[in-house]
């Protein structure tokens, strides 16, 4: 059976359900991604798999709280000027996404939710600034308590204070960071292990354990996107990073971790309130 990105979310609600959860003053976790391609082993929707399973897993912890959450559609129009080089990449325009994030959050102010936390799995800069300047206007403009997750190294990549108040920084997020000398962040190692792990059935687990790693540094990664003929040179099979050395146990356990975290950094931000 297919991965479903609307299990547990609202979408699957009749309106009188979501109405009477305004009333008891739920919140709103909003899963942010898009649909890209990861390289030849994997299907297209692994940022916007990943991007529900840790709003649904951070559902359950913050339930275990007391804190009731619900999940609203998945956006998956996101920016990726970096893969639209490679067919099956959706990337939208800046002020498309920018649109529909402003959209979503006016029609939560306008039903009378109060707060809404966005958890983003897709790390291009521009899908990560134009999300956040959105949010920005959208707070500015409705008074709706919304809140981009976001951890202490990307404060420090889009050279934000921590005080802004459409942001909310987290506790103690698990690193995906590359560990080695070469860059595997996309398709690679862990995004391999997670797809894997949670929908397996959208993964060629033989073709990953053949596929060779690329040696790409970060600095290789900046010419990313300036042309479909560079970005089709340097990433060939659209992913950097190793996805035969994935590790399913360790790929779960930072799952489970990061879901963790979001639930309690959102709860002890509630909790302040």
Known sequence: MSYSIFDETMVNMPWTAVERAVARGAVVLMPLGI????????????????????????????????????????????????TAAFAGTFSVREETMAAIIHDIVSLLCRWHFRRVFVINWHA??????????????????????????????????????GDEPHILVRRAPPSMESTGRYADYHAGSMETGVALA??????DEAMARKLEATRLTDEDLRNLGRSDEETRKLIPGGYFGNPAGYDIVKAKAYIEANALDLAGTIAAYLKSL
Not at 198 to 203: A, C
């Open 35 to 82: 649909i890209e391609e990861h390289g030849p082993h994997m299907g297209l929707a692994v940022d916007m798999f990943a991007a529900h399973l840790l709003s649904t897993l951070t559902r359950r912890h913050l339930e275990k709280q007391g804190i009731e959450a619900l999940i609203s559609p998945p956006n998956y129009w996101g920016v990726s000027p970096a």
């Open 124 to 161: 291009d800069h521009r899908h990560c600034r134009t999300a956040l300047d959105a949010l920005s206007k959208v707070r500015a403009e409705t008074g709706m308590d919304v809140r981009y997750l976001i951890t202490p190294q990307e404060l420090r990549r889009f050279r934000l204070s």
């Open 198 to 203: 949670y929908f397996p059935e959208h993964v």
